[in-house]
Nanobody
Framework: VQLQASGGGSVQAGGSLRLSCAAS????????VGWFRQAPGKEREFVAAITWSASSTAYADSVKGRFTISRDNTKNTAYLQMNSLKPEDTAVYYC????????????????????WGQGTQVTVSS
């Protein structure tokens, strides 16, 4: 499956952005989806994840209460709504996916995912 992330940009602290992850797979509804990010000079880190059925989600502590992951299987697209953005949220954001039909496990480790998008840059200025 191919993943196309979009929606990144530059915003001031306190602002909002919504990232989209469009998938090519017709069976997108069977895939768990996640978001990871990597800032310059830092390791890649988990941001958020959602199961194939959208029954469960998980968030990094650093974004809990500010970010919301969701999906619209009719559009083969997942979203990451980012509110109250902080300069430390500046990073390249990657959407990821793994075929996980029937699983209730929310996957938060990068090796768990088989498919990666190209990344979209988010820059938050103070």
């Amino acid at each position: 499956v191919q993943l196309q992330a979009s929606g990144g940009g530059s915003v001031q602290a306190g602002g909002s952005l919504r990232l989209s992850c469009a998938a090519s797979a017709r069976t997108f509804s069977s895939y768990a989806v996640g978001w990871f990010r990597q800032a310059p000079g830092k390791e890649r880190e988990f941001v958020a994840a959602i199961t194939w059925s959208a029954s469960s989600t998980a968030y990094a502590d650093s974004v809990k209460g500010r970010f919301t992951i969701s999906r619209d299987n009719t559009k083969n697209t997942a979203y990451l709504q980012m509110n109250s953005l902080k300069p430390e949220d500046t990073a390249v954001y990657y959407c990821v996916a793994k075929e996980s039909y029937g699983s209730t496990v929310v996957r938060t480790k990068s090796p768990d995912y088989d498919y990666w998008g190209q990344g979209t840059q988010v820059t938050v200025s103070s």
